[in-house]
């Protein structure tokens, strides 16, 4: 079983910058890589960027390459577990979503697979 707990969020201004978190944890964490999704009213929920656990590769969308980077801190400490961070530079607003992190089984720079498990998501607004 593996739980996905995300914090950050907001609201910020166009320009302006937000880091996401999620932290993975449970048994089975580890045969995930982490995923951001987002969903915008109205929208189909996107899958915006990935970072796999075993390589490191990471997966950018067009639309945020370039303003988002992923990155992820793997603790093994008493209790393993995952932080992935999403870095959101230069915000536009169309970016405002809810934005979801997941586990997924496949994460290739070109590709993201399906989220298997989800976090709670969390709110981010860019305002004009």
């Known amino acids: 079983e593996v739980q996905l707990v995300e914090s950050g969020g907001g609201s910020v201004q166009a320009g302006g910058s937000l880091t996401l978190s999620c932290t993975a944890s449970g048994r089975t964490y580890g045969d995930y890589a982490i995923a951001w999704f987002r969903q915008a009213p109205g929208k189909e929920r996107e899958a915006i960027s990935c970072?796999?656990?075993?390589?490191?590769?990471?997966?950018?969308?067009?639309?945020v390459k370039g303003r988002f980077t992923i990155s992820s801190d793997n603790t093994k400490s008493t209790v393993p577990k995952n932080t992935v961070h999403l870095q959101m530079n230069s915000l536009k607003p169309e970016d405002t979503a809810v934005y979801y992190c997941?586990?997924?089984?496949?994460?290739?720079?070109?590709?993201?697979?399906?989220?298997?498990?989800w976090g709670q998501g969390t709110q981010v607004t860019v305002s004009s």
């Open positions: 970072i796999s656990q075993s390589d490191g590769t990471t997966y950018y969308a067009d639309s």
């Open positions: 997941a586990g997924v089984y496949l994460c290739y720079s070109d590709h993201v697979g399906s989220g298997r498990v």
